[in-house]
């Protein structure tokens, strides 16, 4: 895990290898005052990511943080947060934090079984709907929303239309399998064309490595083809009555084999099956059915 500056004073937190709860966040400085885009699962690694703040901006205020979506790898860290600093997320995202169960102790869905550290639940101060602007000294951050459901309900953007950095959150995912069980398969590739609309010259993906503009597109394709792929294959299941795991069983990932995590797979089917079907997906059943096509829990390093 590393801060990289994008920009002079614009500062993105990769953890590699960005697989199971390893995330990227954001540090926006203005003068001595800084924004956060998102904190980390643990409070371990939050506490480092927090480390690296204070000395990348000279021990800045945090004064405020976006949370752009509700999974705790982006928002578990919260807590750790000064009293002070103000927290912005989607109302859908607050309400989903809210009734969050996995803070509370995580289900043996992964190995090893990811142990947060002394966090706990604290959620968005100010809720946002559409967009909001934010300014942090001279800097203005406009967070955005991009207008319906693509990797949760309730997903935020930030982005720096003077430095001409996007913080996408999780809705991209560089170099390993996108997951939008909570949100929309169709959703997640519409929200792709919104985000090149920004035009952006560096993009900070929710995991994975970060994005200059010459690598916007070809990984932005590459995304849309596996989308499009857990379309097809949910077409394919129903119109043969099979379930999301039987689907997923008969896939061919092709060029997607290597993703790690390929076991999203799964959860992504149940989603195209639910948006087909005009339900909901069950987060529980959704992620056992991909412990049982993958033969035993999920990896994470957490």
Same mark, same amino acid.
Request: charged share 20%; net charge negative.
């Given at each position: 895990?590393?801060?990289?500056?994008?920009?002079?004073?614009?500062?993105?937190?990769?953890?590699?290898?960005?697989?199971?709860?390893?995330?990227?966040?954001?540090?926006?400085?203005?003068?001595?005052?800084?924004?956060?885009?998102?904190?980390?699962?643990?409070?371990?690694?939050?506490?480092?990511?927090?480390? +690296?703040?204070?000395?990348?901006?000279?021990?800045?205020?945090v004064r405020l943080?976006?949370?752009?979506?509700?999974?705790?790898?982006?928002?578990?860290?919260?807590? &750790? =947060?000064?009293? +002070?600093?103000?927290?912005? /997320?989607?109302?859908?995202?607050?309400?989903? &934090?809210?009734?969050?169960? *996995?803070?509370?102790?995580?289900?043996?869905?992964?190995?090893?079984?990811?142990?947060?550290?002394?966090?706990?639940?604290?959620?968005?101060?100010?809720?946002?709907?559409?967009?909001?602007?934010?300014?942090?000294?001279?800097?203005?951050v406009d967070v *955005?929303?991009?207008?319906?459901?693509?990797?949760?309900?309730?997903?935020?953007?930030?982005?720096?239309?003077?430095?001409?950095?996007?913080?996408?959150?999780?809705?991209?995912?560089?170099? &390993?399998?996108?997951?939008?069980?909570?949100?929309?398969?169709?959703?997640?590739?519409? +929200?792709?064309?919104?985000?090149?609309?920004?035009?952006?010259?560096?993009?900070?993906?929710?995991?994975?490595?970060? =994005?200059?503009?010459?690598?916007?597109?070809?990984?932005?394709?590459?995304?849309?083809?596996?989308?499009?792929?857990? =379309?097809?294959?949910a077409d394919a299941?129903?119109?043969?009555?099979?379930?999301?795991?039987?689907?997923?069983?008969?896939?061919?990932? /092709?060029?997607?084999?290597?993703?790690?995590?390929?076991?999203?797979?799964?959860?992504?089917?149940?989603?195209?099956?639910?948006?087909?079907?005009?339900?909901?997906?069950?987060?529980?059943?959704?992620?056992?059915?991909?412990?049982?096509?993958?033969? /035993?829990?999920?990896?994470?390093?957490?």
């Amino acid at each position: 895990m590393s801060l990289h500056e994008v920009v002079p004073g614009v500062h993105a937190w990769v953890q590699a290898d960005g697989t199971w709860w390893l995330n990227n966040a954001g540090v926006v400085a203005g003068g001595d005052q800084v924004l956060l885009v998102d904190t980390c699962a643990t409070e371990a690694r939050t506490r480092r990511f927090l480390a +690296a703040v204070h000395d990348a901006t000279a021990g800045g205020t945090v004064r405020l943080a976006v949370n752009t979506h509700l999974h705790g790898d982006h928002t578990y860290g919260n807590s &750790l =947060l000064p009293a +002070a600093t103000v927290i912005v /997320g989607h109302e859908l995202m607050r309400e989903g &934090l809210r009734v969050d169960p *996995v803070i509370d102790g995580c289900p043996p869905l992964w190995q090893p079984v990811p142990d947060w550290g002394a966090v706990t639940r604290r959620l968005p101060d100010i809720t946002v709907q559409d967009r909001l602007t934010v300014h942090i000294g001279q800097r203005r951050v406009d967070v *955005v929303h991009p207008g319906g459901p693509a990797h949760t309900t309730g997903d935020l953007v930030a982005w720096l239309p003077e430095e001409r950095v996007l913080f996408a959150g999780d809705l991209v995912f560089n170099g &390993l399998t996108p997951l939008v069980f909570m949100g929309s398969v169709t959703g997640a590739i519409a +929200a792709l064309d919104w985000l090149a609309s920004f035009g952006p010259d560096h993009l900070v993906p929710g995991h994975g490595p970060l =994005l200059t503009a010459a690598d916007i597109d070809p990984v932005f394709d590459r995304i849309r083809r596996y989308l499009r792929l857990v =379309l097809d294959t949910a077409d394919a299941g129903m119109r043969a009555g099979l379930t999301p795991l039987e689907a997923a069983r008969g896939c061919d990932l /092709g060029e997607f084999a290597g993703w790690a995590d390929a076991e999203r797979l799964v959860p992504n089917l149940h989603r195209a099956y639910a948006d087909s079907r005009g339900t909901d997906v069950d987060p529980v059943a959704a992620l056992t059915d991909a412990v049982a096509w993958l033969g /035993g829990p999920m990896a994470t390093s957490v």
